[in-house]
């Protein structure tokens, strides 16, 4: 459907008055008018009327385009304020982890380093690496995301599979950080298998999910577990970190925004994690929000269509 600009509406608008009084404003006289005298009177305020009408039409049309215009500059605002901060988070995110992998390379050309050191160097390489990757794959899949190139790909999974998948990824860093990590499984009366779903989206919400978990939370626990209710499937990932103010549970799925936006950051990340999660649940036909109390850990959910093959 063509947009109609609104400069040509307001013209059309015009013209279409205008037109009609001229053609039919001497018929009106007559009518409402039947004596000279009246008439006389009538036409003297039958130009005040045209303006008073056209007036009022225009005032109607300007501010209807006038609160459009303003909510526009404050989206562009509130957008070039949370891309200023996640310029500055990125930038962070590439010179740290940038510093590790030139700092300990050049430190690896030392060829006194013990077998243990080097192994040590080079796993701080790796680590640094891989969070290089990640930011990377954050911006390519924003990027996706807003020109419309994510498409959905069912395919038929099993619940075990993905639990799986998730153990084998996260286990390593739930031995390393001193976390319980938990991965229940469903009751028999809510058991699902067979799905057909997208598993690549599902596992990528819910690594997002578990990243974020491991990154809040310093001691007690992570679950991750699902159920079936009606048509849907419930995803839920628990934790017993910082929490997340009230105030910003909304806020935190939108893109560049972090829990702490400030420039020293005590954690990592650029702010994306979360609204690639939103949008990726979203095109799966799910939707995804948050339970939280500051300081007393964060749940988060999301729900997808159930589907049998």
């Known amino acids: 459907m063509i947009k109609f600009r ?12 205008g037109s009609g009084w001229i053609f039919f404003s001497d018929e009106l006289t007559e009518l409402l008018a039947p004596n000279p005298e009246t008439a006389a009177h009538f036409q003297t305020y039958k130009g005040l009327f045209y303006v008073f009408v056209t007036a009022l039409l225009f005032y109607g049309f300007l501010s209807k385009h006038l609160q459009k215009l303003r909510k526009a500059e404050e989206k562009a605002l509130e957008s070039d304020r949370l891309k200023s901060g996640f310029l500055a988070n990125v930038s962070h995110e590439i010179r740290t982890p940038m510093n590790g992998v030139m700092g300990f390379a050049e430190l690896l050309k030392d060829e006194s380093l013990s077998r243990e050191q080097q192994l040590e160097y ?5 680590k640094s690496g891989e969070r290089m990757l990640d930011l990377i794959n954050d ?3 924003i990027s996706m995301i807003d020109t419309g190139q994510i498409k959905l790909h069912l395919s038929n999974v099993e619940k075990a599979d993905l639990l799986y998948s998730l153990t084998a990824l996260f286990e390593p860093a739930d031995r390393e950080k001193g976390v319980s990590l938990k991965f229940s ?24 999910l578990l990243k974020n978990a491991l990154k809040y939370t310093t001691k007690g626990s992570i679950e991750v577990s699902c159920r079936k209710e009606a048509d849907i499937v419930r995803f839920t990932v628990k934790d017993t970190g910082i929490g997340i103010p009230e105030n910003q549970l ?23 994690g979360l609204a690639i ?15 939280s109390y500051q300081g007393r850990g964060s749940i988060f959910n999301f729900t997808v269509p159930y589907k049998t093959s």
């Open 277 to 291: 999660a939103r949008s990726f649940v979203e095109i799966m036909g799910g939707k995804i929000w948050a339970e």
């Open 185 to 208: 499984q469903c009751s028999e009366n809510e058991a699902v298998s067979n799905l057909l779903l997208d598993r690549e989206k599902v596992i990528c919400v819910l690594s997002i």
């Open 122 to 126: 080079i796993s701080v390489i790796e």
């Open 6 to 17: 609104f400069e040509y509406g307001m013209i059309l608008v015009y013209l279409l008055i």
């Open 139 to 141: 911006i390519v899949n």
């Open 250 to 272: 909304e806020a935190i799925f939108k893109k560049f925004v972090q829990v702490n936006m400030s420039y020293t950051k005590t954690y990592d990340g650029a702010g994306l």
